[in-house]
């Protein structure tokens, strides 16, 4: 009896774990399932309230010869489409005085609501008496009073405004009519991803900035690798004097702030007269001593008895690293190349220094970006399309090399 109480008790404990990290990780990657959503939506379709997940268009349908959106109203227990005809009528609005808003008539809950011709012409009549209300700045507000004839009935009302109100009709039945405020009326409407954003955001110049991000970060991702793996195997393996002091003081260049190194990196860019070329985002970033940190620790953990085995048997250090060490170190290389992928990728501040807003025509994502929100203010959904273009590369190239980055994580820098 007790065990079974307990695999119960074990069961709901189970049940509860997944919910509460079911829920963080909802709440964690609702944000991206957001801006991938917004970035397929129409401008209109991202200010409306309240907000939709999933991108919606109007339906529309031939009206006098022009596409007119479709409306949906119940008529009789049946919805049936109706288009807006672009004419308005006058109308009166009745209410109760139970439900008088004597600070905002317009916010008056509406009993009915009868074209001012109609009753005009004997379906309210006026009684003569008015009913005052106080208001909340201490005024008061007066009403007239009216009795009104609803379905051959006759109920005393208050005159809450007067106004017009678009007018609806079924276009399979144009002597259908609806009278209904548009802002209060419900669009039918379905689901369009809207793809165009894409193109046309890439047709603002972020298709020459995706371009050189690629460059870039190609770039430098195949320096850190190539350096770190030549610099991790000459301090792991190589013997020469003075070898582990050069290594802590390479080691120790990981302290020192970039801010420090700003002004001096962007003097030496000048005089090299490298200002404003793709060439500065490149070069002074395909040396990193973490990665050479990261497989030096790696290479260490591989036995000597292999690299010794393969000296005797007459292969060079070049032969040995790229035939044995390289392809036992491929979680690290993996670790090492997501690390420097995503440096390079979402590079900002080197980039706005040395390469400026002006030149576009050697703009990364980041500056693009910028360019855009700016030029997009109003249409959160262009700005996050570009957001989403330049998002979508790191989130595959992580997804695809998560296996290795894991592995990479658990195994590296275990053995000094």
Do not use: C
């Not at 051959?152 to 609806?178: C, H, K, W």
């Not at 973490?290 to 953990?301: A, E, K, N, P, V």
């Amino acid at each position: 009896m007790t065990s079974e109480k307990l695999t119960v008790t074990q069961i709901i404990a189970r049940i509860l774990i997944y919910a509460v990290l079911i829920l963080f990780a909802f709440m964690m990657i609702f944000p991206f399932i957001y801006m991938i959503s917004t970035s397929l939506k129409t401008t209109d379709d991202v200010f409306r309230y309240p907000p939709q997940v999933l991108p919606l268009s109007p339906e529309t349908t031939e009206f006098n010869d022009e596409p007119t959106d479709l409306y949906e109203f119940e008529v009789d227990g049946e919805l049936l489409p109706f288009v807006l005809s672009g004419e308005k009528l006058p109308h009166v609005f009745f209410t109760s005085p139970d439900l008088i808003n004597a600070d905002d008539k317009r916010s008056s809950e509406i009993v009915v609501a009868i074209p001012r011709e109609e009753a005009e012409a004997g379906l309210a009549v006026a009684t003569g008496n008015e009913v005052e209300f106080d208001t909340s700045d201490g005024d008061t507000e007066a009403f007239e009073e009216f009795d009104v004839t609803i379905d051959g009935e006759t109920i005393t009302l208050l005159e809450a405004y007067r106004g017009s109100m678009d007018e609806f009709v079924n276009p399979d039945n144009p002597e259908q009519v609806i009278y209904e405020f548009e802002r209060n009326a419900s669009k039918v409407e379905f689901v369009e991803f809207q793809f165009d954003n894409y193109e046309n955001v890439l047709a603002l110049d972020l298709d020459r900035a995706l371009i050189n991000t690629t460059l870039v970060t190609v770039a430098v991702v195949a320096g850190q690798l190539v350096t770190s793996i030549f610099g991790g195997y000459a301090f792991s393996r190589v013997p020469f004097k003075g070898r582990d002091t050069l290594f802590l003081i390479y080691l120790g260049s990981i302290m020192v702030p970039f801010v420090v190194l700003i002004i001096p990196m962007y003097r030496l860019m000048v005089i090299l007269e490298w200002q404003n070329r793709i060439v500065s985002l490149i070069i002074p970033w395909i040396f990193t001593a973490y990665g050479t940190f990261l497989m030096r620790q790696f290479f260490i953990s591989i036995p000597k008895e292999i690299e010794e085995a393969a000296l005797l048997d007459g292969a060079s250090r070049m032969r040995i690293l790229w035939g044995i060490f390289v392809p036992l170190s491929r979680p690290a290389i993996a670790t090492l190349a997501i690390f420097s992928f995503l440096y390079a990728w979402n590079s900002f501040l080197w980039p706005l220094l040395i390469i400026g807003e002006g030149n576009t025509s050697n703009h990364v994502l980041t500056l693009a970006l910028i360019r855009l929100t700016n030029s997009f203010a109003d249409s959160p959904n262009i700005i996050l399309t570009g957001a989403a273009i330049a998002i979508l590369p790191p989130v595959i190239v992580f997804i695809f090399a998560q296996r290795y980055f894991i592995e990479g994580v658990a195994t590296s820098g275990l053995k000094g």
